[in-house]
Structures are given as C-alpha cells and as structure tokens.
T-cell receptor
C-alpha cells in the first residue's frame, strides 16, 4: 500500500510570500503530525491532528503558521508572510489511532525562502 | 518538556565493527523510538519500545526505564548502515515526538 506522501518535494519562495505544503497520510490513519527540521538538527513538533481537529498545536512557532485537515485525511500546512528563518524540511507523519503508536513519515518538503 | 540527548553526535567506524548509539531523556515517557534518516530527508522507523529489548536483523534496541536511557546497537556494521540515527520519545506531556539531534554514522569499507 501507499505510504505517506508530501507535495511538493521542494518549494522555493520569496520572503513575504504565502506557501501551502500538503500531506497525504496512510489511508485509515487518524493521527497526523507535522514536524520541522532545520539543517543539522533533529525534527521539532509543530502540530498534531486526531481526525479533523488539531488536538495539539503547541509547536506552531507563531500565528503565521496554520494547518488544516478538513476531512480527516489530507492535511495542508499554510505559512503566511514567509521569512528566511522558515527555511527547513517540513515532515509529515501519520499513525493509526492514538498518540504513542508507530509513526510513518513522508519524504518531506524542503522549503527555501529567499 | 522532555530533553532528549544522544551520543555520540558523529561516529565513523570500519565495516564489521559493533556500533552503539546512546540516548537519554529527562522525563518519563510512554514509548521510545529509534529512527533512521538517509540523505534527502526520508525517515524510517526502526524500533518503538517501552521496555526491555527488541531485535531486527543486525539491529538491537534496549531501554532502561528506571535510568531513562536507551541504546541502539548495530552488529557487523556495513557501509549501507551509514545514515543519521535519531532517538525520539512520546509521552512526558507531549502529543508529538520529541527528538534528539541525531547521530551521524559513517561506516567505511
């Protein structure tokens, strides 16, 4: 079966622009996570969805970042007024059911803000 | 907030050597994960454990809950094992994974 997919794989944008990053989880997985990984660092938690609702968005760095999962499957991470510091690898993961289960990661979207 | 520390940060070894990567965390957890990340970003889950020991092929992971410590061992290491190995935990008040910075492993032929 298909794993977690993310599009685009690479995104280059200019400072101040708006970007959307998409994640397609494994079919049937109710839990979906977004993480951000800066160069040379481990990933950092951004937001966790259980179904359609954001159960924990404590990792979003500021109000320029927003994520949705309207039908409980595909999720979109939205970044407004991008800044150079937003440049990173954005990773999505999904797991069945609940927090603590094994997470399956997508290939990531590398975002570069010029 | 859980603090996850890994050592060493970088490790270069010769093919065939026994490899150990260590991970410690500061707050009680529900599970510890060992992940492998290859250049380009893809992350693969190797182990998820909450007690004892697990083995998959040449990989062994152990955890000591009382000491808040885990180790990942690779026996008969091979150049294809070269990757970044990341320790991550769930629990301790967080819904998502809390990650260590990773150990960059290079196995030379």
């Amino acid at each position: 079966g298909a794993g977690v997919s993310q599009t685009p794989s690479n995104k280059v944008t200019e400072k101040g622009k708006y970007v959307e990053l998409r994640c397609d989880p494994i079919s049937g997985h109710t839990a979906l996570y977004w993480y951000r990984q800066s160069l040379g660092q481990g990933p950092e938690f951004l937001i966790y969805f259980q179904g359609t609702g954001a159960a924990d968005d404590s990792g979003l760095p500021n109000d320029r970042f927003f994520a949705v999962r309207p039908e409980g499957s595909v999720s979109t991470l939205k970044i407004q007024r991008t800044e150079r510091g937003d440049s990173a690898m954005y990773l999505c993961a999904s797991s069945s059911d609940r927090v603590g289960n094994e997470q399956f990661f997508g290939p990531g979207t590398r975002l570069t803000v010029l | 907030k859980n603090e996850v520390e890994q050592s060493p940060q970088n490790l270069t070894a010769q093919e065939g050597e026994f490899i150990t990567i260590n991970c410690s965390y500061s707050v009680g957890i529900s599970a510890l994960h060992w992940l492998q990340q290859h250049p380009g970003g893809g992350i693969v889950s190797l182990f998820m454990l909450s007690s004892g020991k697990k083995k998959h092929g040449r990989l062994i992971a152990t955890i000591n809950i009382q000491e808040k410590h885990s180790s990942l061992h690779i026996t008969a290491s091979h150049p294809r094992d070269s990757a970044v190995y990341i320790c991550a935990v769930t629990g301790g008040g967080a819904d998502g994974l809390t990650f260590g910075k990773g150990t960059h492993l290079i196995i030379q032929p």
